[in-house]
């Protein structure tokens, strides 16, 4: 979506128990695809607010937002501050486009529930559920909300629009 971007900040809750292997994973990733990273903490609305005041001093050319329910919480305030400050944000869940976000990509929650649905079932037919699996999500949606992208000044290809599982116009 931002293909000139040379800076990503990526939005971490310091206080997630997963927040420090988050940020060396998108260091990580920044560094295999050639980027800089701006890693930026909030774990509350204040703090969100400060971390996006701080984007336009790092010229960040867009923002990931990282996995957590504080951040799920407040998708709303993230939408709205990404779309007054032009910035480009991807989530991790279909909420954040349908609130007015960019666009998401992430696990469909619906096929997880249902997963949980059929261990249920297997365990109360009598399966010990110390001899089932671990099972992970494989599917994977991707939402785009084509509004924003309008208001961002974005052209979002229509290839990617049509690998889009929903797109929001």
Known sequence: MVPKATLIAVLVNP???FAEAATRDALAAGRALGLQVHIAQASSAPGIDGAFAALPQVRAGGLVICPDPFSFSRRGQ??????RQGMP????????????????????????????????????KGERPGHLPVQQSTKFELVINLNT?????????????????????
């Open 149 to 169: 992208a309008k208001v961002l000044g974005l052209d979002v290809p229509v290839y990617l629009q049509q690998l889009a599982d929903e797109v929001i116009d």
């Open 78 to 83: 993230i939408a709205a501050l990404a779309l």
């Open 89 to 124: 944000t991807i989530f991790f869940t279909r909420e954040f486009p349908a609130a007015g976000g960019l666009m998401s990509y992430g696990v469909n929650v619906a096929d997880g529930y249902r997963h949980v649905g059929v261990y249920v079932g297997r365990i109360l």
């Open 15 to 17: 206080t997630e128990p």
